[in-house]
């Protein structure tokens, strides 16, 4: 069994910055690619940024040039850096993995509440 437990949410100030941090612990599994997925009130939930093992990202247009998606191999962590931050960055933010080995296929963690004032 994969578990992912993220950390780093808050209130922040329109142009703010916050850093969310998500670890995957278990055994028998390797990671594939990582990511961040949010979800507002009301909305759906949508990709925010992803990345492999190999360090390759992906990013949603709206947050291109703001947030940076980086990866620890060696610790099975993602992290995501966001600066000037938006009253719409407001969302819910869940870690995903995709992984393989004993345990395959695509796990979430409980989410952090990201709130932006204006």
């Known amino acids: 069994q994969v578990q992912l437990v993220e950390s780093g949410g808050g209130l922040v100030q329109a142009g703010g910055s916050l850093r969310l941090s998500c670890t995957a612990s278990?055994?028998?599994?390797?990671?594939?690619?990582m990511g961040w997925y949010r979800q507002g009130p009301g909305k759906q939930r949508d990709m925010v940024a992803t990345?492999?093992?190999?360090?390759?990202?992906n990013y949603a247009d709206s947050v291109k040039g703001r947030f940076t998606i980086s990866i620890d191999n060696a610790k099975n962590m993602v992290y995501l850096q966001m600066n000037s931050l938006k009253p719409e960055d407001t969302a819910v933010y869940y870690c995903?993995?995709?992984?393989?080995?004993?345990?395959?296929?695509?796990?979430w963690g409980q989410g952090t509440q990201v709130t932006v004032s204006s």
């Open positions: 995903n993995a995709v992984v393989r080995g004993r345990v395959m296929g695509n796990v």
């Open positions: 278990g055994s028998g599994f390797s990671i594939v690619s």
């Open positions: 990345i492999t093992s190999g360090g390759s990202t």
